[in-house]
């Protein structure tokens, strides 16, 4: 659904997308984005604990 | 000279700090006006440039090579060793132990190694300038295949490039170490009278500042790993197949460059505001002092500043958006670039809100601090239309990027860091700065800067590509000559202004007006406190809890780290075709086995300490388990070998010899750490902190060793 609110050229490249592709980085995004986001919570909490 | 060289104390650190990145700013300000002459007057022939560099420079005409090492060295120069390092470490080092009531980092001692790692990363970069080939040309951003596949890529590429990847490895090495005692020191060092709540901003944000650095320079060190592999190993991590370069078949195979972007810039963007929100928390001290008011909104700056680091995280992709990736993925990294205007606008509002009714005094420091305002909304702005996918199709990679980055990044960064030297100088030198002069600098400064880059902005509104040596070649472009002869001038009059500054600077060392101990009536400790150790004696447990946190802060570099390599695994496997699976050889599995022992045995070690006889049996026990699984790890290797498995056999071997090879670092590291902690003698011994990190350093890496052996049994 989301694809249909984009421009033309968007929707193209989207649905001309290979989905294995795709899938495989947005698996490689999660890796690298979901530890830091676990370790920067884990010292805003630190700090909280240290205040 | 020997106690100033290897000092450990932090202000002197601090200045080594600073006066670096003034031999790197001027460095790069050269090469930048360099640049800056060659893409208006590219047939200009000037002898000395042939002196200075014979085979760029034949007939002292710049060679289009010789422009793009030129812009490669003004970036990296720029943005690792100015941007990165002075607002951080020469200003953090010295003020914030000042500002917390500390009596020095955490730890003295890697202070003075991160100062010294930085120092020669700095010496290898330039070393570039004399090796066959010269510099590097690809850029700061270092992209393969133009910078993996050597020499035959350019001149710059050989030598000059390892040499440029060896430079960043140290030097995120330097950042690494760096940011450990700088989130150990705020944490566990403040004094007893100070709640975090009540810290200065300008330590919030070197703590932020800190944190994202600790997760973005594992990564840079890992990506710079795995290229230094692909030039000088064989490895196919981002090189593809079937690529012909200058009429030449590369060999290698499989890989993606669009990995090497995937690493960089998840680095690369955390980078921006690594360089600038030390200034954001410097220039709300200034602002609040010479406003004489307190900072309006002082929970919100701390919020906002946690949520630019936490946002800053997650946007890297934005840079991605013409590398074919998804564009669902696009709209989720579009919607979180926008949403970082958010924070960054509750700052903004509350430094207007602090000037708002108070009795403003307009000193330098506080005209570069409204300057950084200025740029900084400017430069934000530009941002609002590069972070939309469709509007970042027609304007990537074009000047209005160049612009963009500059005013953010560069001059907002810089702006700040001279309101620090204005600000802080009497602080460091105990003479003023001369103010006329100061002001002078300032308003020349302003006045170059917009007239440098606001056209540039409409070059790359016009279609003008960044990166271009000679673009008056191309009839399109021609026509955008005149705006261009107008910014190189832009450029020559900022740069000459920055004389004024460095005279000021030289001047007032010596002869500048003796400064009274507090000139600014400021508030903050550093001003209010002659001496930090005027302030309440420290903790006794201080220095624990600050073990225990740099201990977390290592392991979090690791776990990114290898973050790194789990993210790369992954991406390499799905994008290509030529993947092997590895038969993982027995001896990994029983590796496990050893280090699992270990781990269990220091653990009934730790709980005996008191008894020193059992203590030293159980931990010897685990160090030989240590050593027999390094020793079983050359062995693997060696097996692997005998069977034609080398690095650049397959990709997943090539991961396997990786990520082990940097395991074999921390295990080694491991053991001599286990070694030396039983074989410390009394009245030390026992020391139980010491015994726990080493014993949780120890688990951590057994932890490790089973990651990596469930990545490469499920995917390898």
């Known amino acids: 659904m989301l694809a249909f609110l984009q421009c033309v050229m968007c929707f193209r490249t989207a649905a001309a997308q290979q989905v294995e592709r795709a899938r495989t980085l947005n698996e490689g995004i999660y890796i690298l984005g979901i530890p830091p986001l676990c370790l920067l919570t884990a010292f805003a909490y630190m700090a909280y604990r240290r205040r | ?716």
């Open chain 2, 1 to 716: 000279m020997r106690r100033y060289l290897f000092t450990t104390n932090h202000r002197i650190v601090g200045l080594q700090y600073f006066w670096l990145s003034v031999a790197a700013v001027l460095t790069g300000i050269i090469l930048s006006v360099l640049m800056r002459f060659h893409l208006v007057y590219p047939d200009a022939k000037l002898a000395w440039f042939e002196k200075l560099w014979p085979a760029g420079a034949s007939g002292g005409v710049i060679t289009p090579e010789l422009y793009l090492s030129l812009m490669t060295m003004h970036g990296t120069i720029m943005v690792f060793f100015v941007l990165s390092v002075t607002p951080q470490s020469a200003f953090g080092n010295y003020f914030l132990p000042l500002q917390i009531g500390a009596r020095g980092m955490a730890f003295p001692k890697l202070t003075s190694l991160s100062f010294w790692l930085t120092a020669l990363s700095f010496s290898i970069l330039l070393a570039a300038f004399f090796v066959i080939g010269g510099p590097p040309l690809s850029g700061w951003t270092a992209y393969p295949p133009l910078s993996a596949v050597g020499a035959v890529s350019g001149p710059g590429e050989g030598p000059g490039q390892t040499l440029w990847i060896a430079s960043i490895a140290v030097f995120c090495v330097a950042a690494i170490m760096g940011a450990i005692n700088f989130i150990a020191t705020i944490l566990e060092l403040r004094a007893r009278d100070l709640t975090m709540m009540q810290m200065p901003l300008t330590c919030w944000n070197w703590f932020v500042t800190a944190v994202i650095s600790l997760f973005g320079f594992p990564v840079l060190l890992g990506a710079g790993i795995l290229l230094l592999l692909d030039r000088h190993l064989a490895t196919s991590f981002f090189v593809p197949a079937n690529l012909l370069v200058s009429d030449h078949v590369i060999a290698h195979r499989g890989g993606t460059p669009l990995l090497w972007q995937h690493l960089f810039w998840f680095f690369g963007h955390p980078e921006v505001y690594i360089a600038i929100l030390p200034g954001m928390g410097l220039i709300s001290e200034v602002i609040g002092t010479f406003s004489r008011r307190p900072i309006f909104g002082y929970r919100s700056m701390v919020v906002a500043t946690f949520g630019i680091g936490f946002l800053g995280l997650l946007v890297w992709g934005h840079h991605m958006f013409t590398s074919g990736m998804s564009p669902y993925s696009s709209i989720a990294f579009s919607v979180l670039t926008m949403t970082i205007g958010v924070p960054s606008a509750v700052k903004t509002f509350n430094w207007l809100a602090t000037l708002w009714g108070g009795r403003i005094e307009f000193t330098t420091s506080m005209w570069f601090a409204l300057g950084f305002v200025s740029v900084f909304v400017t430069g934000g702005l530009s941002g609002i239309f590069v972070g939309q996918p469709v509007l970042d199709l027609y304007l990537h990679d074009t000047y209005f990027v160049v612009a963009h980055f500059h005013l953010i990044m560069g001059v907002a960064a810089i702006f700040g860091i001279f309101s620090g030297v204005f600000y802080w100088f009497p602080r460091m030198f105990g003479r003023m700065l001369n103010e006329t002069w100061g002001k002078v600098h300032f308003f020349g400064t302003l006045i170059g800067v917009y007239a440098l880059f606001t056209p540039m902005h409409l070059a790359g509104i016009a279609g003008n590509p960044r990166r271009y040596a000679d673009f008056t070649t191309f009839s399109f472009l021609a026509p955008l000559l005149p705006l261009h002869r107008f910014m190189t001038w832009a450029a020559f009059f900022t740069a000459l202004v920055q004389a004024v500054f460095l005279a000021n600077l030289v001047w007032s060392i010596r002869r500048g007006a003796v400064a009274a101990p507090n000139p600014w009536r400021a508030e903050t400790r550093e001003w209010t406190s002659v001496d930090a150790l005027e302030t309440k004696a420290p903790d006794k447990t201080q220095p624990r809890r600050a073990a225990f946190t740099g201990l977390f802060a290592l392991l979090s570099a690791l776990t990114m780290l290898f973050a790194a390599f789990g993210s790369a695994f992954v991406v390499r496997r799905g994008l290509s075709s030529d993947w092997g699976r590895l038969q993982l050889p027995a001896a990994t599995y029983t590796g496990l086995f050893l280090l699992v022992c270990g781990s269990v045995l220091l653990e009934l070690g730790r709980r005996r300490f008191a008894q020193p006889r059992y203590f030293q049996i159980f931990w010897f026990s685990s160090a030989v388990l240590g050593l027999a699984f390094i020793l079983q790890q050359i062995f693997v290797w060696k097996q692997l070998a005998a069977s034609g498995i080398v690095p650049g056999t397959t990709a997943s071997a090539a991961f396997f010899y990786v990520m082990t090879g940097i395991f074999f670092v921390c295990a080694a590291g491991g053991v001599i750490a286990v070694c030396l902690t039983t074989l410390r003698k009394a009245p030390v011994f026992p020391i139980p902190d010491r015994i726990a990190v080493t014993a949780w350093f120890w688990h951590y890496v057994a932890a490790l060793w089973l990651y990596l052996l469930i990545l490469f049994y499920l995917l390898g």
